[in-house]
């Protein structure tokens, strides 16, 4: 019973916050949340990457591992995505980003800090920082179809990344007014952005529910199986395991359908805004589901 207690005390808080916002989008569809994006994209993105990398007793050989273990399994979503969208005559590029870049973040970060406490918001931040990475770089690229470097140095998140490494790799003390400011931009972010989560699932339209519903599981439940398989074949355990398989198991991010609104066709933003609401709404019944088995068995 006690277990199943502290399932509800880690996922009532999100899904609860994401309630809200799913309310207030109901109830002005004309809000404007264009505030909560771009503080989220510009400062709080950083913020959170910054905090929970630094501050939360994170090694750089932790980190290191575990961005290396979610690299794998970006790979892993990589090849199955592709294998799903040539059976349903899709663009295997373009519409590749929701199958690799999962809801790490909004999502992600949270539940692992609920479960797992400041370890696993260490860890959590380690592979997050990894997902904001790609959404700057390989994400635009395969939205694109081409690469730039303009879209790197740009990306205030690139930089925070870069800034966290070093403080870790050379055990650097950070000063108490910085672990102050980003822990209170860190828990603000994650409020917001979950929020907005809400919000975006009242204005996103699924085009294809059947199509969707495939790439969807594709998303949530071969993702945790594709983590699964990295726990075993490297007899991985305790927190470390348990945050990899919940962040292998979130639903398509939302970022994906706002970088490919910006370079895509709207066919292709169609069918990721498609998987994106259906995969956030199948994952409220199967991220229950993979907390529970995390919270069992790496602890």
């Known amino acids: 019973m ?7 005390e880690v996922l ?37 990457v910054f ?8 090694t750089f050989d932790i980190f290191k591992s575990y961005f290396a273990f979610y690299l794998l399994a970006i790979i892993g979503f990589a090849i199955v995505g592709i294998v799903f969208l040539f059976f349903m005559k899709k663009d295997p590029i373009m ?30 931040g380690a592979i997050s920082s990894l997902i904001i990475l790609f959404h700057f770089t390989l994400g635009v690229f395969l939205a694109s179809k081409k690469f730039s470097f303009n ?23 950070v000063p108490n007014f910085v672990v102050n400011t980003t822990m209170l931009l860190t828990y603000a972010t994650i409020f917001l952005i979950l929020m907005s989560l809400g919000i975006a699932l009242t204005r996103l339209k699924v085009f294809s529910f059947n199509k969707a519903l495939v790439s969807s599981v594709a998303r949530v439940i071969i993702g945790p199986i594709i983590g699964f398989a990295i726990i075993r074949f490297f007899s991985l355990s305790g927190i470390a395991a348990g945050v990899l398989l919940i962040q292998c198991s ?3 991010a939302i970022l994906n359908y706002l970088v490919g609104s910006i370079y895509s066709p709207k066919k292709v933003v169609d069918n990721i805004a498609s998987m994106i609401v259906v995969s956030t709404i199948l994952s409220f019944i199967t991220i229950p589901i993979v907390v529970f088995f995390s919270l069992k068995y790496f602890i």
């Open 12 to 48: 009532f808080p999100v899904f609860f916050v994401v309630g809200i916002g799913y309310y207030l989008g109901k109830k002005n569809p004309k809000l404007d949340t264009t505030f909560i994006t771009n503080f989220g994209a510009n400062i709080g993105s950083p913020a959170i």
């Open 95 to 124: 519409e590749l980003p929701p199958f690799i870049l999962p809801n790490t973040g909004n999502m992600g970060l949270p539940i692992c800090l609920f479960a797992y406490g400041s370890q696993g918001l260490g860890v959590a």
């Open 151 to 173: 879209v790197i140095t740009k990306s205030p998140a690139f930089y925070s990344v870069i800034i966290s490494v070093t403080f870790l790799y050379f055990k650097i003390d």
């Open 2 to 8: 006690e277990i199943y207690i502290q399932l509800f």
């Open 250 to 252: 979130m639903p398509s």
């Open 51 to 58: 905090y929970s990398v630094t501050t939360t007793g994170l």
